[in-house]
């Protein structure tokens, strides 16, 4: 029996990289799936990739940032498959930017994307689930840069120690109601957010190198973890932050 079979859940960041490995993934495993993004078309060339039956998955275009455009897709959620069972959160941007020099726009646009777009699809799910007694689980993409501070990407990193600070929060109020909360630290994950950091060989090498594990992580091996923090077999696993960064975060790999 696969292990997410008959459950639904929604997916943010589904038109790309992580979010696009974790839809198919979830489809694997048996759940039906609310893919969402930013770019409607993006969200629904996913599930064209895969070709994934209709009644198993929609695309749906929305800012995660906007409340009310969250509100409004977790209900169509919910009507679609007649409930949901948890949210995974995979939209994101990064910034560029030290102290000195990050413009307001891109630490707004952190702040509004990384951390409100969890808070505004966590909001919303636990407030469904809470209204008709339903457990459920929650997964946050933070980053290495949200469990230790990375240089001159000031926004992100305190975006993403936010989403720690979130993760823990739900965590701990929904315990008690059945609905688990954990996250996930990726290191360098090969997709189009890394693209340019990757394309110099030198840059690459030297990315290698920092993770112990000598090279990048693909999206699957963050979707295989997202797909076992959902799922029963982490019955007893709540409010964590699990780095999945081959290594980089346990120490140096060499000096
Ligand atoms: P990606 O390939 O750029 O995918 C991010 C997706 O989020 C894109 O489809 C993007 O849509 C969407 N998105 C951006 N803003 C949105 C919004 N306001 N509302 C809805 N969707 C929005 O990046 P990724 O590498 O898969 O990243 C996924 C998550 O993992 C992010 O939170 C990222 O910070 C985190 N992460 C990534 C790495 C890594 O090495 N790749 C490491 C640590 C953490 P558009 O393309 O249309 O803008």
Same mark, same amino acid.
């Given at each position: 029996?696969?292990?997410?079979?008959?459950?639904?859940?929604?997916?943010?960041?589904?038109?790309? @990289?992580?979010?696009?490995?974790?839809?198919?993934?979830?489809?694997?495993?048996?759940?039906?799936?609310?893919?969402?993004?930013?770019?409607?078309?993006?969200? +629904? #060339?996913?599930?064209?990739?895969?070709?994934?039956? #209709?009644?198993?998955?929609?695309?749906? %275009?929305? &800012?995660?940032?906007?409340?009310?455009?969250?509100?409004?897709?977790?209900? +169509? %959620?919910?009507?679609?498959?007649?409930?949901?069972?948890?949210?995974?959160?995979?939209?994101?941007?990064?910034?560029?930017?030290?102290?000195?020099?990050?413009? !307001? %726009?891109?630490?707004?646009?952190?702040?509004?994307?990384?951390?409100?777009?969890?808070?505004?699809?966590?909001?919303?799910?636990?407030?469904?689930?809470?209204? !008709?007694?339903?457990?459920?689980?929650?997964?946050?993409?933070?980053?290495?840069?949200?469990?230790?501070?990375?240089?001159?990407?000031?926004?992100?990193?305190?975006?993403?120690? @936010?989403?720690?600070?979130?993760?823990?929060?739900?965590?701990?109020?929904?315990? +008690? !109601?059945?609905?688990?909360?954990?996250?996930?630290?990726?290191?360098?994950?090969?997709?189009?957010?890394?693209?340019?950091?990757?394309?110099?060989?030198?840059?690459?090498? #030297?990315?290698?190198?920092? !993770?112990?594990? @000598?090279?990048?992580? +693909?999206?699957?091996?963050?979707?295989?973890?997202?797909?076992?923090?959902?799922? &029963?077999?982490?019955?007893?696993?709540? %409010?964590?932050?699990?780095?999945?960064?081959?290594?980089?975060?346990?120490?140096?790999?060499?000096?």
């Amino acid at each position: 029996m696969s292990k997410l079979a008959g459950r639904s859940y929604i997916v943010t960041g589904a038109g790309s @990289g992580i979010g696009a490995a974790t839809v198919a993934r979830l489809i694997e495993d048996g759940a039906n799936v609310v893919a969402v993004d930013l770019d409607a078309d993006a969200a +629904q #060339k996913t599930l064209d990739d895969l070709g994934v039956d #209709k009644g198993r998955a929609i695309a749906v %275009g929305v &800012d995660v940032s906007d409340e009310s455009k969250v509100d409004e897709m977790t209900a +169509q %959620g919910v009507a679609t498959f007649g409930g949901l069972d948890g949210v995974v959160n995979c939209a994101g941007v990064r910034g560029v930017g030290n102290i000195l020099d990050t413009e !307001h %726009g891109v630490w707004d646009l952190n702040m509004d994307v990384n951390i409100e777009g969890s808070f505004n699809t966590s909001q919303a799910f636990c407030r469904y689930a809470r209204e !008709h007694n339903r457990p459920g689980s929650i997964v946050n993409i933070s980053s290495q840069a949200g469990v230790e501070a990375v240089p001159n990407r000031l926004a992100y990193v305190t975006s993403k120690h @936010g989403v720690v600070g979130l993760t823990r929060g739900v965590a701990i109020e929904m315990a +008690q !109601h059945g609905i688990r909360c954990n996250g996930i630290a990726p290191g360098m994950i090969a997709t189009a957010m890394t693209a340019g950091m990757r394309a110099d060989p030198e840059n690459l090498e #030297k990315i290698r190198k920092a !993770h112990p594990i @000598g090279r990048e992580g +693909q999206p699957e091996e963050i979707a295989a973890v997202i797909s076992f923090l959902l799922s &029963d077999d982490a019955s007893y696993v709540t %409010g964590i932050m699990m780095p999945v960064d081959g290594g980089i975060t346990a120490g140096a790999a060499s000096f």
